[in-house]
Structure formats: C-alpha cells, structure tokens
C-alpha cells in the first residue's frame, strides 16, 4: 500500500528557508515521477514541483528559482527546499504519487 508521510513544514518569516521531506513507502519510488503540490486556503491544489526517475525537474513559473526539489532513492525520500519564502506561499504542502497523497504539512510565512 502506498503511503506518503510529509514534514518539515512551520512558520518562517518572509525571506526565510524551510525544507520539506516526504517519506515514501509501499512502492519501489525510484521508478516513478514524484511531485510538489500546495493548497493555499481558498485555492486550488496546484503544482510546485516534480521530478522523475531520472532526476530531472520541473518547478511551477512562482518558484522557479527559490524552491529545489530533490530525491534520494536509496531512503525513498524526497525533498523540497524552499528559499526566499514570500507569504504567497503560505499553503498546506502535499507529496504526489500518480493519485496518491500524503496529509501535507503546513507552511506559513508570516511575519
């Protein structure tokens, strides 16, 4: 059974860094496309960030250049650092397996 488990979230103040980690299980992770998504209150799930098996990714127009995804095959980890965080990127943060979900983890930024 797949199963995802996000953490890493909390409240940081504008221009700060948080790094998200998901842990995966129930499946062999390094075949697959993982993904980044977020859920802003009042919004649609959108996507932040993927990255293939292959290792290469692919970030949402927003955060190009402040967030990096990355994984690790060999822990079935996958990770998402976030820089220079504004306060529109406040949101529950989720790990995406094809149609699976972890709960997500909160992120504020606030000052």
């Known amino acids: 059974q797949v199963r995802l488990v996000e953490s890493g979230g909390g409240l940081v103040q504008p221009g700060g860094s948080l790094r998200l980690s998901c842990a995966a299980s129930g499946f062999i992770m390094r075949l697959y496309t993982m993904g980044w998504y977020r859920e802003g209150l009042g919004k649609e799930r959108e996507l932040v960030a993927t990255?293939?098996?292959?290792?290469?990714?692919n970030y949402a127009d927003s955060v190009k250049g402040r967030f990096t995804v990355s994984r690790d095959n060999v822990k079935n980890m996958v990770y998402l650092e976030m820089n220079s965080l504004k306060p529109e990127d406040t949101a529950v943060y989720y790990c995406?397996?094809?149609?699976?979900w972890g709960p997500g983890t909160q992120v504020t930024v606030s000052s």
């Open positions: 990255i293939t098996s292959a290792k290469s990714t």
């Open positions: 995406n397996i094809n149609a699976n």
